[in-house]
């Protein structure tokens, strides 16, 4: 008998709670069942009840503060003075490229040889990035340069890159151009025509088997050259020599000119050197690099946008 009165007290305690519980009950009811319960709002059209929408997509302008506030962060990150100056888009039609005055060769108009020249035609503020030889594989500079997405074009000599092709493939996928810089950086001058060839073309087939293309762009090391360095150049598929306008180190800038200015359209070179060679890091050389053209008001383009 006391068994039963405490089952009748237990069903008692259950409908209580039942009815007390009902309003909620139904309500997850109607989620579960996809529904909304009474003066629940409803779901968002092509919405599935549960789940988040779909990201919004930011308009232009939110995206282009997005971008700024990432690349403030970074050149705080990396010690600049300033966010570097985004480029112009590249020209519609690509200026006539032709050999500096005096910087040319016997035959060079005749034979159609590739122009040696150390600015690009444009009234446009932009400077031109380049990096020469391969001995210094800093991770640290790839990063840097990729945040703050500073194009540049590197020249590269067998030799000294032959050791890490890989880490000038991840700079190559980053969107950054390789060029050719000779197989072992000689002094072009004083060798034959055949072994100018050997030493360009040469480098065009490691370059083509190792980056999937021959350039048409070379520098002759030391910004040497005489006549049969360009007939070889041109025989080797190559179509333009630039050699640079200043020269940055870590330390200190060098000028080929008599005003010690930028101009707009100069070639900057620079090259892949370290603690080894340097009082400083390839992430300093950049500081200072992209310090000055940055004051001055000039943005770094990329070169071949320009070829």
Known sequence: MRLVVQNDKSRARLRTVARRCGVAALACAALAS???APGAPAPA??????RAGPAQALDPQARRAAEHARLVAAAQHWR?????????????????????????????EEENLPPVFTTVPTRKKVVFLTID???????AFLRMMSDLKIPYTA????????????????MQSEG???????????YLPGLSYEEQKDEICGMQTVMKKQFGKAPTVFRPPYGNYNGDTLRAAKVCGIKYAPIWDEEVFVDHW????????????????????????????????????LNKV?????????LEDYL
């Open 294 to 302: 940055t004051r001055e008001g000039y943005a770094v383009a990329r």
């Open 254 to 289: 060098e000028y080929r000119d008599w005003d010690r200015s930028l101009h707009p359209g100069d070639i900057v070179l620079t090259h892949f050197r370290g603690r080894d060679d340097w009082d400083g890091t390839m992430v300093d050389d950049m500081r200072r690099f």
């Open 34 to 36: 996809g529904c909304a």
């Open 176 to 186: 950054h151009t390789l060029n050719n810089h000779t197989l072992t950086h000689p």
């Open 45 to 50: 059209p092509g919405r599935e009840p549960g």
């Open 155 to 170: 020249f590269l000599s067998n030799y000294l890159v032959k050791d890490d092709y890989g880490y000038f493939r991840r």
């Open 133 to 139: 030889d391969g001995a210094e594989k800093d991770p």
């Open 80 to 108: 600049l003075d300033r966010v570097p100056l985004t480029p112009p888009a590249p020209p519609a039609g690509k200026p006539e490229i032709t050999p500096r005055d005096g910087f040319e060769v016997d035959g060079q």
